[in-house]
């Protein structure tokens, strides 16, 4: 279908100032392929079913808005006592000087940017395959345009259980920083990595990472997403699970002006498991967006995606999951929680928790809630001598517990509980 | 059926053995779909202005409805068809129909139900909806130890109204029944009122045509404190061949007033689709209570998906008073096509909405169905119950909104959504939308979609039962809480119905 014109002059002006690397190489072609994509969708507006209760406008205009910097001593940090392979991105620009060397036990690390320069590479069959795929049944142009404009990322594949979790962190130093990186990451067949990212990363970031699971593999992904009050993010996992391999994703938003999370998953595999987690804070200017698209082809697997948000002083939060389910994916389990806690009477939010179910031997359930905080339980712990601030925060705590157990290493479930009682109680 | 079967509805209002038995005998394959042999009026084919004035014309309008026909269909022409839907189904050919046929023998309005044409009277009787004064419908024997149980009954035959009953006996009452085409010419202040007030003109496409086309429908004012004396129904036949049906139901309950309105429809079998685009409004005054009943049992094309009822129908109820209630129950088992979303606009502090539903796709039937509770007063409640069952090749959407606006403090929804998928080719979706803007309100939303299960069919089984009417029981159960909500005829019906849609479902 071809674009009015308005569509297409707003394309045109966002990647005016984008330029896609030359040198060729098998990166090239998948880069062309995706700009192809792009073309021909346009980019998301306001009237889009997919953009409904996010207004889009912020990311896709030419520049992005001036942002003023954050004092770093104020960013959340919540990796920092853990023994980790720290690799630094500062506006979308891998750091040599402040990051790790390439090497980890039983992992490959390479930069995007070098591998692209080689006319084979492993990473061929997996960048911006797993985006392309996500095209359907909805469109994600934003994705489709970190395909083809992404000048930075690693590439990481893992042969076997990589000995400490590669740390992502991110910086920045600029008002007006367009920051585009994607990562891929393919586990083999019975190995396990676990990917922790940190940080703002540009005053506007958009951000890819495709993950494909060979058989048995097993991921594990903490992000924490800095508590800059100002920056924009974009951000899709795309991910492939084969047979009897294990996904697990948790998101920590502590505040931004707009986040928009889209995590699309397919479980090709029988016995496959994806869950999908995240803990949203919200305060004033705070718009945070949790969209997630779980397919089920495999038969026996099971699928879960714990949303929590805890808003105050009219923050807005945002929860668009879907679970599909494909004929012949028999004996699925798919589980599906949005909450949100409204702090006062100004705070929004908007959730559309989706079924569709093509097979009959299925347990698929979603629940929904929205509401204040229990006066009863608060009134409890007044009435035990605790002050009202600090029983609010243990009440938001207990809120926020069950995405947050959707963790499974506890040293890091601890880390995260750890930051956000510092904050709240 | 089973002992079982007869144990659960003996709890129900006095719903006896007979009554069972009765429901029985009806089971069968789509029982109403024959088709009354009588001459007609037809417009001509297709859609323009001219049409317009001749349907208008047709029900001695005067020149100010005219003109609002007029103004939707020039909007309507204006429009493109809503795709949003999970439904497929062929390109509809606007052009390629009636928009109006109306019997020969009811050119000349009867002045009362004896003068009415015979053979017409003995197809709403065929349809064990008789248009005589009679106690009760009949099909419902076991109604007659409920008490004096009434129904006043206005009777649709594709573009017209037939006849209304017990029109005098609440006349008496203030209470003013009678088919659209009447009121316009009779009341006209009332319609032009409230007409449009609740589904403006431009609210979709289905309604704005609906708006330019309607012929006729049920009108009905309760006035201020009066509890309606009977239940008021309307039943809606489609018999003439390649015509749409158009009807617009409006309800005006005064302050204070309460009714009842159920609410039937069958047509014959076609291998043609047939368009069926409604339009019902209902007004809601300080503390009044609408009960709205649907049955529908529009054809609902065969096993492989040859004919049937495309029905696109807008529904919506405005809780204008403060603490008014409605509560929209629906049985919804026919038709090839369903797109119907019976809303609430709860406006008035402390009003109520309730959704409850059944909707059924067997074999090639697409439904997309659900509801809307918008929250705009102080104290507002609602509550959504839907039940949705999807056999054969079946696609059975539930697609629903609540949404809490800023001033709509200390509101209150609760909404449960379950599927029940027989067979592993047919789907079950749920669609909601959630929108909170406050927070002293508290929204709850469920769903959960399942397959029947094993250890009660094989329970059923056991019990001697075959396969066939172990899952009719099972989907009964399934079923419960919504048939409760319905009045006791609609309820012995439903269930019945429940049974009939399932048939060769299994194995």
Request: glycine content about 8%.
């Amino acid at each position: 279908m071809l674009l009015d014109v308005a569509k297409r002059d707003a394309l045109a002006a966002r990647i005016a100032n984008l330029s896609i690397p030359t040198g060729g190489g098998w990166l090239g072609a998948a880069r062309a392929e995706a700009l192809a994509r792009l073309l021909a969708m346009g980019l998301p507006g306001k009237r889009d079913e997919y953009w409904r209760y996010t207004d889009p406008s912020s990311l896709t205009t030419a520049v992005p808005p001036k942002t003023p910097l954050f004092a770093t001593d104020n960013e959340l940090m919540p990796f920092s006592g853990l023994d980790r392979l720290k690799l630094v991105f500062i506006d979308g620009v891998f750091d040599a000087v402040q990051s790790d060397d390439l090497a980890l036990a039983g992992v490959e690390i390479e930069r995007l940017g070098i591998a692209g320069r080689s006319d084979i590479h492993w990473a061929q069959s997996l960048y911006g395959v797993l985006e392309a795929r996500g095209q359907m049944p909805v469109e994600r142009p934003l994705s489709a345009l970190n395909s083809a404009f992404a000048t930075d990322g690693v590439l990481v594949r893992v042969k076997g259980n990589a000995e400490r979790p590669i740390s992502l962190i991110y910086h920045s130093n600029s008002e007006n920083s367009d920051a585009i990186l994607h990562h891929c990451v393919s586990v083999e067949e019975g190995a396990e990595i676990t990917i922790l990212e940190n940080g703002p990363a540009g005053a506007r970031f958009n951000k890819v990472i495709e993950v494909d699971l060979a058989k048995g593999a097993r991921f594990h992904h903490i992000s924490a997403q800095g508590r800059n009050h100002q920056c924009r993010a974009v951000t899709h996992i795309f991910a492939r699970l084969a047979e009897g391999a294990l996904f697990k994703s948790f998101t920590l938003t502590a505040n931004s002006l707009l986040t928009r999370n889209e995590a699309v998953i397919e479980l090709l595999g029988d016995d496959a498991m994806a869950h999908v987690a995240g803990a949203a804070l919200g305060d004033r200017n705070f718009h945070h967006d949790d969209t997630v698209f779980v397919t089920h082809a495999g038969q026996r697997c099971e699928s879960r995606q714990v949303f929590k948000n805890v808003l105050k002083n009219g923050a807005v939060g945002v929860f668009q999951g879907k679970i599909l389910v494909k004929n012949g994916a028999q004996k699925t389990d798919g589980y599906q929680i949005s909450q949100s806690l409204l702090l006062d009477g100004d705070s929004q939010f908007f959730a559309k928790p989706e079924l569709e179910i093509y097979a009959d031997d299925v347990k698929c359930s979603h629940g929904s809630t929205s509401g204040a905080i229990d006066e009863t339980a608060l009134f409890y712990l007044r009435s035990r001598g605790v002050p009202t601030q600090m029983a609010q925060g243990l009440l938001v705590l207990a809120f926020l517990a069950e995405a947050i157990s959707e963790i499974d290493d506890n040293s890091i479930s601890d880390l995260i509980r750890a930051q956000l009682e510092g904050w709240l109680v | 059926m089973t002992e079982l079967v007869l144990e659960e509805s003996e709890v129900r209002d006095g719903v006896d053995r007979e009554t069972i038995e009765t429901v029985q005998a009806m089971a069968g394959k789509y029982k109403y779909g024959w088709e009354t042999d009588i001459e007609m009026d037809y417009a001509p084919k297709g859609l323009s202005e001219d049409i317009v004035r001749l349907i208008s014309a047709k029900n001695s309008e005067p020149e100010w409805m005219l003109d609002w026909r007029l103004s939707a269909y020039r909007r309507w022409a204006q429009m493109k068809e809503p795709e949003w839907a999970m439904l497929h189904y062929p390109k509809i050919d606007y052009q390629n129909q009636y928009y109006y046929a109306s019997p020969k023998s009811m050119a000349v309005k009867p002045k009362s139900l004896d003068e009415v044409d015979p053979k017409l009277l003995a197809t709403y009787a065929k349809l064990g909806i008789p248009l005589k004064e009679q106690l009760i419908l009949a099909g419902v024997e076991g109604a007659e130890e409920a008490g004096e149980r009434k129904v006043a009954v206005d009777a649709v035959f594709d573009s017209v109204s037939v006849g209304t009953t017990f029109q005098k006996e609440l006349a008496k009452a203030g209470v003013i029944f009678c088919s659209i085409s009447e009121v316009v010419r009779e009341h006209p202040e009332l319609v032009k009122k409230y007409l449009g007030s609740v589904v403006p003109q431009s609210d979709n496409y289905f309604a704005t045509l609906n708006s330019a086309v309607f012929s006729d429908g049920s009108f009905v004012y309760i006035p201020e404190g009066v509890r309606c004396p009977m239940e008021l129904s309307t039943y809606f036949r489609i018999n003439a061949e390649n015509t749409g049906q158009f009807e617009r139901t409006l309800i005006v309950a005064d302050k204070g007033s309460y009714v009842s309105y159920l609410e039937g429809c069958t047509a014959p079998k076609r291998d043609t689709n047939q368009l069926h685009a409604a339009v019902v409004e209902l007004v809601l005054l300080d503390d009044a209570e609408i009960k709205y009943s649907t049955v529908q049992n529009w054809y609902p094309g065969d096993e492989n998906g040859v004919g049937g009822i495309y029905n696109f129908v807008t529904k919506r109820a405005d809780c204008r008073g403060p603490r008014s209630k409605v509560m929209w129950t629906q049985v919804e088992t026919g038709s090839a096509i369903t797109w119907k979303y019976p809303s609430c606009i709860l406006r008035g502090d402390d009003s109520q909405g309730e959704f409850y539903s059944i909707a059924i796709a067997n074999n090639a039937q697409q439904a997309d169905t659900g509801t809307k509770m918008v929250h705009l007063g102080k104290n507002t409640k609602s509550r959504i119950v839907s039940k949705g069952i999807s056999a054969g090749r079946a696609q059975n959407t539930y697609r629903g909104l609540v949404s809490m606006h800023p001033k709509a403090t200390n509101s209150r929804n609760y909404t449960q959504c379950d599927s029940l998928l027989i067979g592993d080719k047919c789907g079950a979706h749920t669609v909601p939308y959630i929108e909170v803007k406050n927070n002293s309100s508290r929204v709850e939303h469920e769903a959960t979609t399942s397959k029947v299960d094993e250890d009660q069919l094989f329970y059923c089984r056991s019990r001697g039962m075959d396969e066939e009417e172990a899952v009719a029981l099972v989907v009964n159960g399934f079923c419960k809480e919504v048939l409760q909500a319905l009045p006791m005829e609609f309820a012995v019906e439903a269930q019945s119905l429940v049974a009939i849609s399932l048939e060769g479902s299994v194995g």
